[in-house]
Structures are given as structure tokens and as C-alpha cells.
């Protein structure tokens, strides 16, 4: 008598692209849009689209899912044309945005600068603002995560192993990216989301948080780095993971950086150090540090949080840190979360973007597995595989 095994089929992951919408008429005038629906793509906002659709079309898609506001279906709309193959577009009430009634339409500035109590608070304490409405007084940023949390269990289920794109606004997708992941909103503020930037969730198992692939890539829109949406003040961090050092990667880098005014460049391990001095050697008169203590990592995220490092308001500091995978996954895992360590898959000859502005006190993740443009030239945004 022979044994046998039993054979249980593995279901792919389910994967979700997530694509904010292009850049809208309130954009332009440095406007508050939240659930008002007023706004509409600017010409750049519909030549950006279309190009997000062009970088997907070798993507399959079981469908696309979109927020029922203009500025998204006009988006869905460009990227549709794009692809090789019509794909169904399903509105769905959850992926509004965040609904900010009495800002709606006015200035960031003006906010800014009179509503200084409640733009201090919505900053520093979004999962504590508070906002009166038709409704009463709600809690805005806890209700976006309530409405993602519910996206995701609609949703999975009926996509399983299949791969999805979602069009929405800035503020969904961060909520959408936090709910994920397993997040508190009290992080609402930690990662950043531009005009048709794309981030990739996948989802093994359902039951358990998502893997982030990729967030917030602009490559596909031309950009060398991610705009610095918080102002061009304090410290920016560009995070770069060891691996097999092949000269296709350290090609990839050398575009990334060479136009960026590069200050230090901070190198873990011997492994790192000489990945360090190969991608820096157009950067001759940046600093080069080197450490091999093994909680590198716990020191740098004391000092990014308690803001330990010298710089004044009115410029913008450069860093390059090389380092092996685990201890760029454990600080990311800490600026976006409190968790010590999510999935935050690395991918060799790409940049991890984190940007400690003066303006607020945590620290924001503009990208994650920034591609570069000239991957995007070799039809290799990590999206489109």
C-alpha cells in the first residue's frame, strides 16, 4: 500500500493597486477638497492619468473600483484608455474622501494660518480632530478608517488571487494603506500620496495584515524623487537596501541620485560601505559615515523623532543611508507605525523616501521602493509585473 498526499491548491495573493486621482482644479489653487465634489481634473491632471495608464497596461485587472467623485472617475476614465484590455469600473461609496465639511474650499494657507488650534490638532492628533457637520461633530479621520476597514471586507472576498485597481483621493488611500496593514490612524499623517502616485498591497492571507510593495511611486510621471509636500525644510532620508550589488542596480541608483544635492551618506555594514562609495561616486564632497553597531537602527529613529540632528527652518538637509534590508524594514515599520516590523518587501536598486519636515513632528514616508524613471523606461515599475 502506497502513501499518498493530499494536494491543496495554494490561492495567489490577491494584489491591489491603488492609484490616487490626477492633479484637480483645487490642487491648483491650494484648495481643501474632502468629499465636496466641485473639483476636476486640470489638463496636467489629465496627461498624468493617461501616462498612469500607459505604465499599466500590461497589467491584468478583474476590475477597477473608483470613489463616485468626479476627479476620480475622470482619472479611471484616462487610465482605462490606456490599457490593453477594458476592464469593468465600479463605483463604490467607500472610497469618498475623507469628508471635511467646514474646510471645504477653503485655502490651506488660510487654515493654516487663522485656524491654527484646529490645524495643529488635525496635524498632530488626527485621530483626535474633530469637525462639526450636518451630522453633528465627528471624528473625520476615524470615520475614513472605518469606511477603508469596510472596502476591505466587501471586497477581498470577492477577488481572490485576482488583481484590482483602485482610483481614489489621498486621504482614502492612506486610510485604505493603514486599515491593511493593521495601522492605528493616529498615523494618518505618516506616509504621503501625490497626483497618480501608485502603491501596491498584496494580500496572502485575508486574515492577516497586507505586504506594502510599493507606495506612492510618481517615476511613471517623470519625477527623479517624490515633491516634498510638507516644504522643503529639515531632513530628507533617502534609504537604500543592500543585495547583490549588480551593475544594473547600481545604474538604477546612480540615476536617482546623481542630480540631488547629497550632504552625508550614512553606510551599516562593510556590505553597505562599498555599495555606499559605488552609487556616491559623482558625490565627491559628500560626507561619508560609517558604523557597524547593531542598534543603528534604534538610534536613528530616537533621533528623527526627537529631532536630534542640525538643521534650521529655511533649508533642507539630503541623507543617503545603506544599509541591509531588516534594519530599513524595522525603521519604516516604526515611522509609520508602532509596529516593530510590518512587510515592507525591499527591492534591490530602488529608494525608500522619508522626509522629517520642521513643520510637524512625525516623520512622513513620501515612498517606499521609489523606482526611478529609467526602470520605468525598461517597462519595469514593479506594478506592471
Not at 457637520?133 to 473625520?140: A, I, L, T
Not at 486621504?171 to 490612524?185: E, F, K, N, V
Not at 536613528?300 to 538643521?311: D, E, G
Request: charged letters at 15%; a positive charge.
Amino acid at each position: 500500500m502506497t502513501n499518498t498526499q493530499l494536494y491543496t491548491p495554494v490561492t495567489p495573493p490577491t494584489r491591489v493597486i491603488l492609484v490616487r486621482h490626477g492633479r484637480s482644479t483645487f490642487n491648483e489653487q491650494g484648495r481643501y477638497q474632502g468629499a465636496s465634489d466641485e473639483s476636476v481634473l486640470t489638463e496636467k491632471g489629465h496627461a498624468d492619468a493617461r501616462q498612469t495608464g500607459q505604465v499599466l497596461k500590461g497589467t491584468r485587472f478583474s476590475a477597477i473600483y473608483t470613489s463616485p467623485l468626479q476627479r476620480t472617475q475622470q482619472t479611471a476614465e484616462e487610465i482605462q484608455l490606456g490599457l490593453s484590455t477594458s476592464v469593468p469600473m465600479i463605483t463604490h461609496p467607500n472610497l469618498k474622501e475623507i469628508d471635511l465639511p467646514a474646510w471645504a474650499g477653503l485655502r490651506y494657507q488660510y487654515v493654516r494660518e487663522s485656524l491654527t488650534t484646529d490645524y495643529h490638532r488635525w496635524i498632530e492628533y488626527p485621530h483626535k480632530f474633530e469637525m462639526a457637520g450636518p451630522q453633528g461633530v465627528r471624528r473625520p479621520v476615524q470615520d475614513l478608517y472605518d469606511q477603508a476597514q469596510g472596502f476591505w471586507q466587501q471586497i477581498l472576498p470577492r477577488h481572490a488571487g485576482q488583481t484590482i485597481l483602485v482610483v481614489s483621493h489621498g486621504g482614502t488611500i492612506r486610510a485604505l494603506i493603514g486599515t491593511a496593514l493593521g495601522l492605528p490612524c493616529s498615523y494618518y499623517h505618516a506616509v504621503q500620496q501625490s497626483n497618480c502616485g501608485t502603491s501596491i498591497l498584496s494580500f496572502p492571507d485575508p486574515s492577516r495584515p497586507a505586504h506594502l510593495e510599493t507606495m506612492n511611486d510618481t517615476s511613471h510621471l517623470g519625477e527623479v524623487l517624490p515633491k516634498l509636500k510638507a516644504g522643503r525644510q529639515g531632513l530628507r532620508l533617502l534609504m537604500v537596501p543592500t543585495g547583490k550589488r549588480d551593475l544594473q542596480s547600481v545604474q538604477d541608483l546612480h540615476t536617482i541620485l546623481h542630480a540631488q544635492k547629497l550632504d552625508f551618506c550614512i553606510s551599516q555594514s562593510d556590505v553597505s560601505q562599498v555599495l555606499c562609495k559605488a552609487i556616491l561616486a559623482e558625490h565627491p564632497h559628500t560626507v561619508q559615515l560609517h558604523t557597524n553597531r547593531t542598534d543603528f537602527h534604534h538610534l536613528w529613529l530616537k533621533a528623527l523623532n526627537s529631532r536630534q540632528y542640525p538643521t534650521q527652518s529655511t533649508e533642507l538637509i539630503t541623507g543617503v543611508l545603506v544599509a541591509q534590508p531588516q534594519i530599513i524594514q524595522q525603521m519604516l515599520s516604526r515611522i509609520i507605525g508602532p509596529h516593530p516590523l510590518l512587510h515592507l518587501p525591499l527591492i534591490e536598486g530602488r529608494v525608500s523616501v522619508v522626509h522629517c519636515p520642521t513643520t510637524q513632528n512625525m516623520p512622513i514616508l513620501q515612498s517606499l521602493n521609489f523606482a526611478g524613471p529609467t526602470v520605468v523606461s525598461r517597462g519595469l515599475l514593479s506594478c506592471a509585473s
